[in-house]
């Protein structure tokens, strides 16, 4: 019987409950589709701390192999890590990980040679349906030469070339507390920060896919708790909180704020541009805040608004040469790690802004912090498109308003601006919100919300 996938390949990647939505014999055939695509005659493969992630991760191997390719396994890493092989070694990359959903589910993120995105439009539906069919037939005739499979170490590569992008040697020394939420942030943190001025508080590095202390998933308030206070505790600089495959990073500072992912894509922005001579463009989604372009065109750069979504950041990375980009969600992609996101590097920018001077971490970042922010906010509706045709009602027509469909709808004044856009898998809508004052926000967060949830 053919495999359904429409419920496991989403748009960026593969990811299911295992073993039931599916399991290693699937991870096989995706093996060999993935070196059917894309013609390799090498490939790399990493997995996160899973319980189920080294058997799929080597079943897939198996099957790239009976396709005769040579395949390169490197272990238990990152997904920055494997984007790094992938660029470093110039193969196409497989890194099996569900990021930080429960520990039944699993998942693949797949990258042709020099780490660039393989989503829905760019051969994963080719991938699904070769599964598909060959989950019915059988799989296809073993290459004439099979693959060889061996074994890689790169973390100590990975952790130097991130270092040579980021000077930290001159800083004062820093306490910082990093909350890996046992993920693979507690297998890169220690290699990455070794021989730096850095005093690291560890919490919660043992790996354990089953996620014993909090989810780790970082953009949940509930899950820095833990972080904020031992940041106090401490009396430390600052606080990194990781994801479960350590490639979003979240900051927060001496007094266990947060830090917006905003501020931290101006900061690093400002820096990209400092290092590149006071040019270059720097790509943000349209739910950044105003403060990111601004930054960028006070520094010399040249601001490019995108889509929400790491495929478009991507794409425009690529098209423009864009030297680096930002997302609300704190995912963070540079040029000169093969337009990849790595929250690690990110890191290392805020640690090394911070450590060049001698204030705090919440004064350094109150110049990029200008706005008031509503947040995402999530509604769930029973019909997506009558919701939007409402707001659209209500604000068109306005002297004081423009309106664009880049991503949902952004409904835009002199002194605000909210987006609302549907999820592809949820029937939710998710507002953003932005003024120049809090009053301003949370009046047309409120009247957005009325109209959404009418």
């Known amino acids: 019987m053919a495999a359904d996938l ?13 073993p039931d939505q599916w399991d290693e014999s699937l991870a096989e055939l995706f093996g060999a589709a993935f070196v ?15 319980p189920s992630s080294p058997g799929l991760s080597g079943a897939f191997a198996r099957g790239a192999a009976a396709r005769g390719a040579d395949v390169t396994e490197i272990g238990l890493c990152s997904t ?3 984007y790094y092989a992938s660029g470093a070694l110039n193969l196409p990359g497989a890194m099996f990980t569900a990021s930080h959903n429960p520990a039944q589910y699993n998942g693949i993120k797949l990258c042709r040679a020099g780490a660039a995105p393989v989503g829905q439009d760019t051969g994963l539906a080719e991938i699904r349906a070769l599964v598909e069919r060959w989950s019915e037939t059988g799989a296809p005739e073993p290459a004439a030469r099979p693959g060889t499979v061996t074994r890689r170490d790169t973390l100590a590569d990975y952790a130097a070339h991130l270092r040579s992008l980021v000077d930290l040697t001159t800083i004062r020394p820093l306490k910082v507390v990093v909350d890996a939420g ?25 790996l354990d896919g089953t996620f014993p202390n909090h989810e780790a998933n970082p953009l949940d308030p509930a899950n820095l708790v833990d972080l904020q206070q031992r940041v106090r505790e401490e009396g430390a600089d600052l606080g990194l909180a990781f994801d479960g495959d350590a490639d979003r990073c979240f900051v ?3 007094n266990g704020d947060p830090v917006s992912p905003s501020a931290v894509t101006a900061l690093v922005a400002a820096r990209e541009l400092a290092r590149n001579g006071g040019q270059g463009t720097v790509i943000h989604n349209l739910i950044t805040s105003w ?30 040469g864009a030297i680096f980009g930002g997302e609300h969600s704190a995912h963070y ?11 690690m590097l990110a890191a290392l920018h805020v640690l090394a802004a911070l450590g060049g001077q001698p204030g705090t971490l919440s004064a350094l970042v109150a110049q990029y912090d200008r706005y008031a922010g509503s947040g995402e906010i999530n509604s769930t509706v029973a019909d997506q498109a ?11 027509g306005r002297d004081d308003v423009t309106l664009d469909d880049l991503d949902g709808l952004t409904v835009s004044s002199a002194d605000w601006w909210f987006n609302v856009r549907p999820s592809n898998t949820e029937p939710l809508l998710r507002l953003n919100a932005e003024a120049r004052d809090e009053a301003t926000m949370t009046k047309i967060r409120d009247e957005a919300l009325t109209i959404i949830r009418a």
């Open 6 to 18: 429409s419920q496991i390949v989403k748009a960026y990647d593969v990811r299911g409950v295992v």
């Open 36 to 50: 059917e695509l894309t013609g390799a005659s090498a490939i790399v493969v990493g997995h996160d701390m899973r």
């Open 80 to 82: 920055d890590q494997l």
């Open 182 to 206: 046992n993920g693979m942030g507690g297998h890169t943190v220690p290699s990455v920060f070794t021989g730096l001025p850095l005093d690291l508080v560890p919490m919660y590095f043992e």
């Open 252 to 254: 927060v500072d001496q």
């Open 291 to 320: 403060s990111v372009p601004e930054v960028v065109r006070e520094n010399g750069g040249t601001p490019e608004r995108t889509r929400v979504g790491h495929s478009f950041i991507k794409a425009e990375m690529a098209r423009t």
């Open 333 to 343: 992609y540079f040029r000169d790690f093969w337009n990849a996101d790595t929250g």
């Open 386 to 396: 009558d919701r939007l045709a409402a707001i659209r009602a209500a604000y068109e």
